[in-house]
């Protein structure tokens, strides 16, 4: 009878489907017999335990700071499933994602499942990095200046480039360079990203550059 291994995955989508499409793929990748138990409460706890932690969110929030990945153990795998997944380069991201695997989520299920297989086999034959506290002294990530938060305040409002450079009384083209540069800085691809983006996030954690997740319990 052959060992039965139990992964535990945590996961914050709820979509049937989503689930039960990346656990299938998860037994498959993993080249032995394995059964995935979702962990069903979304505590540092249970993130703690976690071995796989899948993230299917908006793909700018990967350049700000998630404190709630301090609780990662050692050795876990973070699956994050983006549309741009070939543009994200972990180097240049927070401390706690530098070990990321990135996914398209239009990939085919063969890709997805050689990710998963070559990213377990890596944290399985070596020494995991272990991620501390400290590591959060010395880890950059994006936040915006307050003149931009201006700038993009009145944006989430619905104003126009010059009415907001008419309040602020800065030229239309500086109040352009101040949305380009948010633009690039969180890798927005066009208005509608842009606007998906200033709804996604609040000021606040736009300002501060992290996201404090209140679900989430010590």
């Known amino acids: 009878m052959d060992f039965v291994t139990v992964i535990k995955l945590f996961c914050r989508d709820e979509d049937y489907y989503f689930r039960t499409g990346v656990s299938e793929i998860i037994k498959e990748a993993l080249l032995s017999s394995v059964n995935v138990e ?4 979304f505590d540092s706890d249970h993130l703690r335990r976690a071995d796989i ?3 299917n969110s908006s793909q700018w929030r990967l350049f700000m700071c998630q404190p709630v990945f301090r609780y990662r153990k050692t050795g876990s795998l973070l699956l994050v499933f983006a549309d741009y997944a070939h543009n994200i380069d972990p180097a240049s991201l927070p401390v706690c994602y530098q070990s990321l695997t990135a996914i398209g989520r239009y990939e085919t299920v063969r890709q997805v499942r050689d990710k998963i297989t070559k990213a377990w086999l890596t944290v399985s034959n070596q020494e995991a ?3 501390a506290e400290s590591d959060c002294l010395k880890c950059t990530f994006s936040h915006i ?3 931009q938060l201006q700038v993009m305040s009145f944006l989430k409002k619905g104003k126009s480039v010059r009415q907001i450079a008419k309040s602020l009384g800065l030229s239309v083209k500086t109040i352009y360079a101040h949305k380009y540069n948010v633009m690039r800085k969180f890798d927005l691809k066009g208005e509608l990203e842009l606007y998906l983006f200033l709804n996604d996030l609040t000021l606040s954690q736009l300002y501060k550059g992290v996201i404090e997740d209140v679900e989430m319990k010590k």
Do not use: P
Not at 38 to 41: D, P, Q, V
């Open 38 to 41: 979702f962990l069903t409460e």
């Open 145 to 147: 200046s307050l003149v």
């Open 53 to 55: 932690i899948v993230m």
């Open 129 to 131: 990095k272990i991620f």
